[in-house]
């Protein structure tokens, strides 16, 4: 698939999101979208891992109503925290912590081939 977008030098091109998406999941296969204010308990239970989590603060940016309108089209939650595995919702700090207390949450990291308790 093709999109319409602004590359780097602030003109219009053709993107392939195909390729733009795996370079994403390889670079970030963990992204959790939150708020500054929000407790750092789903941060805790995913550390450390490689490669990193990218943590995205919603509230402080200037594109935060858009993130948060893309976010609950694309993944059906509107609520942060909301962690990302492979562009994929897990869910949110309740979900997170249940997997976690289930056992399940270090099972599908290293599913998809993230390491966990590895530093980078």
């Known amino acids: 698939m093709h999109v319409y977008a602004v590359d780097g030098d602030g003109k219009g091109g053709d993107m392939d999101w195909a390729a733009e998406r795996q370079r994403i999941d390889t670079e970030y296969p963990v992204v959790i979208f ?55 919702s897990i869910g949110g700090a309740d979900d997170v912590l249940a997997m976690h207390e289930r056992g399940e949450l270090v099972d599908l990291l290293e599913s998809k081939g993230i390491r966990v308790g590895a530093e980078s």
């Open 34 to 88: 939150s708020k500054a204010c929000c407790s750092s308990s789903v941060r805790e239970q995913i550390q450390p891992l490689s490669p990193p989590p990218i943590v995205i603060e919603v509230d402080l940016r200037d594109d935060a109503a858009q993130i948060k309108t893309l976010l609950t089209r694309i993944t059906g939650r509107g609520t942060f925290p909301n962690m990302l595995v492979l562009g994929e």
